[in-house]
């Protein structure tokens, strides 16, 4: 270990203490030793001082040692039906990967309709959605779109800035979009429901947030044009001719696309059925390796990494709960806190999960410590289920650096922007986060009865 990282991981140690030596609250031992681990297992993932497997590791370790809380709670998420679904999301979108249909398809309409970069931004908002029902995670696709992307645009030898902030908009588009659908982003949508305790079917989530995030999505788009207007705007039309019609479906890519419609049709009927999406996605998986789709080496592809992770991040919620140590935080803010639920009262909440998701930068991170809480100081009359989309809207949409969002990071790991380009889009993000709850949000949700 160098110096610096010796002296970046002490800073890291003492900045915790200092941070609850400052805290009025009259906690015992073990209950200051479970809140300064959170402190530090946060700062650990927020900095990537301590690698992200090790300081799960280690948290998990301090809640199973020293807290009083049951083993069950701890370890919640791994015997849940979400992580189920979540380790078969990944398979599913590997089998997929490997039919080249999703990158046919996008190929297809790049060439088709990629005339200009206005229209290639536009496009990354449709691809986005669109894919959606092709492949349940944003990672896959922004990687595949990304990619793509990057071989049309050196065909039409685009300059690097344009070609920057085009293949930047393959990322921006990813975030909005997934909130179209329950299985636009599998392991955050799915996460928001399980930290607020919220049932939610995949036709309750259409109602819910399908056009609101349409409308988003759009002034999404309108802010990035807005904001890059002399790259996307002065850009040179395209010279790759368009292709005459779509090459025809391979037998592979038809198994593909049967499964995945099958899939979709039973999730949107799941009030009917009441069988949980995380089993029809088990059945697909299935499907999957008897059409040989999939192989058993494939397994290697799930993220058991992210697994831990989520874990460790479940975690976070059910034992401040039970110790008692959540409702002692968040009842320091009920001074401030608007006593009855409405515009001021949810505004309250878009700020705090705002402030927090920008030191903690971990969208997950930040649900599972700030829905718990939030529920358990509620106001009365609110609906649980608008205060859990308010903070997963909040923490979907607002960004003003690449580790604030992990779809973002993706893309700036990659080298495809800067991190110029996140600050500068997140900026007017950030004025419009607000915007987004008040006057798109909240309206609607009033107008379909929630």
């Known amino acids: 270990m160098t110096v610096n990282k010796c002296l970046k991981t002490a800073l890291s140690i003492a900045v915790p203490i200092v941070v609850l030596a400052a805290l009025p609250f009259d906690f015992d031992f073990n209950r200051w030793v479970l809140l300064y681990s959170v402190l530090l297992a946060l700062i650990w993932w927020s900095t990537k001082i301590i690698s992200r497997d090790l300081t799960s590791l280690f948290l998990l370790g301090v809640f199973l040692l020293l807290s009083s809380t049951p083993v069950k709670t701890v370890l919640h998420f791994p015997a849940s039906a979400n992580f189920v679904l979540i380790v078969c999301t990944f398979l599913i979108s590997e089998g997929i990967v490997k039919t080249s249909l999703a990158d046919r398809l996008a190929a297809y309409a790049l060439g088709r309709f990629g005339k200009s970069a206005l229209r290639l931004v536009a496009l990354s908002f449709v691809l986005n959605a669109a894919l959606i029902f092709v492949i349940p995670q944003p990672f896959p696709r922004v990687i595949i779109l990304s990619s793509i992307y990057t071989r049309f645009l050196e065909a039409q030898q685009t300059e690097k800035p344009v070609k920057s902030v085009v293949l930047f908009s393959v990322y921006v588009a990813s975030t909005c979009t997934s909130m179209l659908f329950l299985n636009g982003d599998v392991l955050l949508n799915y996460s928001a429901l399980q930290f607020g305790n919220i049932n939610m079917g995949w036709l309750d989530w259409t109602v819910y947030m399908s056009i609101p995030s349409l409308v988003i999505s759009i002034i999404m788009f309108l802010l990035f044009v807005l904001t890059f207007k002399e790259s996307i705007l002065k850009a040179k039309s395209g ?129 599972s410590v700030t829905l718990p809480g939030i529920m358990n100081a509620a106001a009365p009359g609110t609906n649980p289920a608008v205060v859990t989309l308010i903070a997963y ?51 609607w949700w009033y107008f379909v009865g929630i």
Do not use: Q
């Open 239 to 367: 010279t790759v001719p368009a292709p005459t019609k779509f090459p025809p479906l391979t037998v592979m890519e038809k198994n593909t696309l049967a499964i995945l419609v099958t899939v979709l049709v039973l999730w949107i009927l799941e009030p009917l059925h009441s069988i949980h999406p995380s089993w029809i996605s088990l059945a697909a998986v299935a499907a999957m390796f008897c059409c040989r789709l999939l192989e058993p080496g494939d397994i290697k592809n799930i993220d058991f990494s992210l697994l831990l992770f989520m874990t460790a991040a479940f975690s976070i919620g059910g034992v401040l709960n039970h110790e008692g140590i959540a409702t002692a935080v968040f009842s320091k803010l009920l001074p401030y806190l608007p006593a009855e639920a409405g515009c001021a009262y949810y505004s309250f909440i878009t700020l705090m999960v705002a402030v927090l998701h920008m030191f903690l930068g971990s969208a997950v991170t930040t649900l």
């Open 393 to 443: 809207v909040t923490v979907s949409v607002h960004y003003l650096l690449p580790f604030h969002h992990a779809t973002i990071m993706v893309g700036a790991g990659k080298d495809s922007y800067t991190n110029k380009h996140v600050l500068r889009y997140g900026i007017g993000l950030t004025l419009t986060v607000f915007l987004f709850i008040m006057f798109i949000l909240l309206p």
